[in-house]
């Protein structure tokens, strides 16, 4: 399995503090579609044909980028590049993503079964099934912090898959738990290998702390809690 | 060909702009979800070609994905409600408690209850994404879970996202704590158990237990409701 390294035009979560937008509550019948690329990706996870969900996050947030950057090859027909793909349209073009990255299909083969409708267009035979990562049972990273200590969030700004919002960075907290040591899935996004399992803490944030000027004044009390890896943490005294 | 496809019969026009050779319609596809079901539709067969999966395993998955409802949820939580001890080990192990059911995990490597007391009114997000416990709420997220609107707003103002767009309105003086599903914990908030069900059934009380009271932007249902 080859690593696949971020995107240039790769681009992680965003999130808007300022968003005051409504929250449409209008529940909306779930596409067949969509239906069946979420259970094609479920069934391919369990018969561990890909090594984990990650992939396919990492995969979601390069198409994000993609239609941003309108850096558009031809899997993106001209009537769709002029709004953002919705959920179930994300996970295909996800999907497709992840399938070419581990060499299971190509573009020439998606485009020629796309247009073969039900015949089934001539392909090349499965090579082999994706190595799952080699995971490093072993060696436990000792957690380094304990339940009440102090910590901050680092500045960092990582290329590629992250899992820490980045409304929480340089944000100060405390540790309320240990939830486990659990393979880094910023890794295993970009299929890297050896994977190692790191801490992942629950973390207590104030609002105030997270939001300064823009805490509502209901919530000056009210906390959020996030889960952080261990290399997003940095002590506090 | 697939089983599954049944429901999107309809020969599907061709791609505007295609060169390819090719002996179908060229009318312009007009109809994005046609476009997409086509396009999800090639990924589902050439992956059959290639003996990843047949047909009717994904048929099944579909079906397995289709009957997992919130009654799961429920069912956890109004056996905590009328169980203390099944309470604490749902508490403590929230896998654990669903084998004791025998309700399915396996996808969920780990599941946290959170319990709504009179101090404390838990709700959950997800600001990454959309992770849900769908093995114990349903495969498919309500819309405005998956929204950018509740993403953004919810870790921000939750009172008033709870008010204003759910009708849900926590008193001052509980603690709301906003629970970030952005790693690898999916929470299930166990609601507050409504007062006048002391003597209500288990199975009663499973029918006051919704989808949303699980994620924290309702209570339970009244059972004057």
């Given at each position: 399995?080859?690593?696949?390294?971020?995107?240039?035009?790769?681009?992680?979560?965003?999130?808007?503090?300022?968003?005051?937008?409504?929250?449409?509550?209008?529940?909306?019948?779930?596409?067949?579609?969509?239906?069946?690329?979420?259970?094609?990706?479920?069934?391919?996870?369990?018969?561990?044909?890909?090594?984990?969900?990650?992939?396919?996050?990492?995969?979601?947030?390069?198409?994000?980028?993609?239609?941003?950057?309108?850096?558009?090859?031809?899997e993106?027909?001209?009537?769709?590049?002029?709004?953002?793909?919705?959920?179930?349209?994300?996970?295909?073009?996800?999907?497709?993503?992840?399938?070419?990255?581990?060499?299971?299909?190509?573009?020439?083969?998606?485009?020629?079964?796309?247009?073969?409708?039900?015949?089934?267009?001539?392909?090349?035979?499965?090579?082999?099934?994706?190595?799952?990562?080699?995971?490093?049972?072993?060696?436990?990273?000792?957690?380094?912090?304990?339940?009440?200590?102090?910590?901050?969030?680092?500045?960092?700004?990582?290329?590629?898959?992250i899992?820490t919002?980045?409304?929480?960075?340089?944000?100060?907290?405390?540790?309320?738990?240990?939830?486990?040591?659990?393979?880094?899935?910023?890794?295993?996004?970009?299929?890297?290998?050896?994977?190692?399992?790191?801490?992942?803490?629950?973390?207590?944030?104030?609002?105030?702390?997270?939001?300064?000027?823009?805490?509502?004044?209901?919530?000056?009390?009210?906390?959020?809690?996030?889960?952080?890896?261990?290399?997003?943490?940095?002590?506090?005294? | 060909?697939?089983?599954?496809?049944?429901?999107?019969?309809?020969?599907?026009?061709?791609?505007?702009?295609?060169?390819?050779?090719?002996?179908?319609?060229?009318?312009?596809?007009?109809?994005d979800?046609?476009?997409?079901?086509?396009?999800?539709?090639?990924?589902?067969t050439?992956?059959?070609?290639?003996?990843?999966f047949t047909?009717?395993?994904?048929?099944?998955?579909?079906?397995?994905?289709?009957?997992?409802?919130?009654?799961?949820?429920?069912?956890?939580?109004?056996?905590?409600?009328?169980?203390a001890?099944f309470?604490?080990?749902?508490?403590?192990?929230?896998?654990?408690?669903?084998?004791?059911?025998?309700?399915?995990?396996?996808?969920?490597?780990?599941?946290?209850?959170?319990?709504?007391?009179?101090?404390?009114?838990?709700?959950?997000?997800?600001?990454?994404?959309?992770?849900?416990?769908?093995?114990?709420?349903?495969?498919?997220?309500?819309?405005?879970?998956?929204?950018?609107?509740?993403?953004?707003?919810?870790?921000?103002?939750?009172?008033?996202?709870?008010?204003?767009?759910?009708?849900?309105?926590?008193?001052?003086?509980?603690?709301?704590?906003?629970?970030?599903?952005?790693?690898?914990?999916?929470?299930?908030?166990?609601?507050?158990?409504?007062e006048?069900?002391?003597?209500?059934?288990?199975?009663?009380?499973?029918?006051?237990?919704?989808?949303?009271?699980?994620?924290?932007?309702?209570?339970?249902?009244?059972?004057?409701?």
């Open positions: 399995m080859l690593e696949v390294p971020p995107t240039d035009y790769h681009q992680p979560i965003l999130h808007d503090p300022t968003d005051q937008s409504p929250i449409t509550r209008q529940e909306e019948d779930i596409s067949f579609y969509e239906k069946q690329i979420v259970a094609l990706h479920n069934l391919m996870r369990a018969k561990k044909q890909l090594p984990s969900f990650d992939a396919v996050r990492r995969a979601a947030e390069e198409v994000d980028g993609q239609f941003v950057a309108q850096a558009f090859s031809d993106i027909p001209d009537f769709l590049r002029h709004r953002l793909p919705d959920y179930g349209e994300r996970r295909v073009l996800a999907m497709e993503r992840v399938l070419q990255d581990l060499n299971y299909v190509s573009r020439e083969e998606l485009k020629q079964q796309f247009q073969a409708l039900d015949e089934t267009a001539s392909c090349q035979p499965l090579a082999q099934v994706a190595d799952a990562p080699e995971t490093n049972e072993t060696t436990y990273a000792l957690p380094q912090y304990q339940v009440g200590d102090l910590v901050q969030v680092i500045p960092h700004d990582k290329a590629g898959h899992r919002p980045v409304y929480l960075r340089q944000k100060k907290g405390i540790v309320k738990c240990l939830q486990g040591q659990y393979l880094n899935p910023e890794d295993l996004a970009h299929f890297k290998s050896p994977v190692f399992r790191l801490p992942l803490y629950l973390v207590e944030f104030e609002m105030p702390e997270v939001w300064g000027d823009r805490c509502p004044a209901k919530s000056l009390k009210d906390k959020l809690r996030v889960e952080i890896y261990e290399p997003w943490l940095s002590p506090l005294p | 060909m697939s089983n599954i496809s049944t429901q999107n019969d309809e020969p599907l026009p061709e791609q505007t702009g295609s060169a390819e050779a090719h002996n179908h319609s060229h009318e312009p596809i007009a109809d979800e046609a476009y997409w079901a086509q396009r999800t539709r090639a990924i589902q050439l992956l059959a070609a290639k003996g990843f047909a009717d395993e994904v048929r099944r998955e579909i079906e397995r994905e289709d009957s997992v409802t919130p009654m799961l949820g429920a069912r956890l939580v109004a056996r905590a409600w009328v169980d001890e309470k604490q080990r749902l508490l403590a192990d929230g896998k654990a408690a669903c084998r004791e059911l025998d309700i399915d995990t396996a996808e969920i490597k780990r599941l946290e209850a959170v319990e709504n007391t009179p101090s404390v009114h838990h709700v959950v997000v997800c600001t990454l994404c959309s992770c849900y416990p769908r093995a114990i709420l349903g495969y498919h997220p309500p819309s405005w879970y998956k929204s950018t609107a509740y993403r953004n707003r919810v870790v921000v103002d939750p009172r008033r996202v709870l008010a204003e767009e759910f009708g849900t309105v926590v008193p001052d003086t509980l603690e709301v704590r906003v629970m970030d599903s952005n790693a690898d914990t999916r929470y299930l908030v166990i609601p507050l158990r409504p006048g069900t002391e003597d209500w059934s288990e199975a009663a009380l499973r029918q006051l237990i919704t989808r949303d009271s699980m994620l924290g932007v309702a209570m339970a249902e009244s059972p004057h409701s």
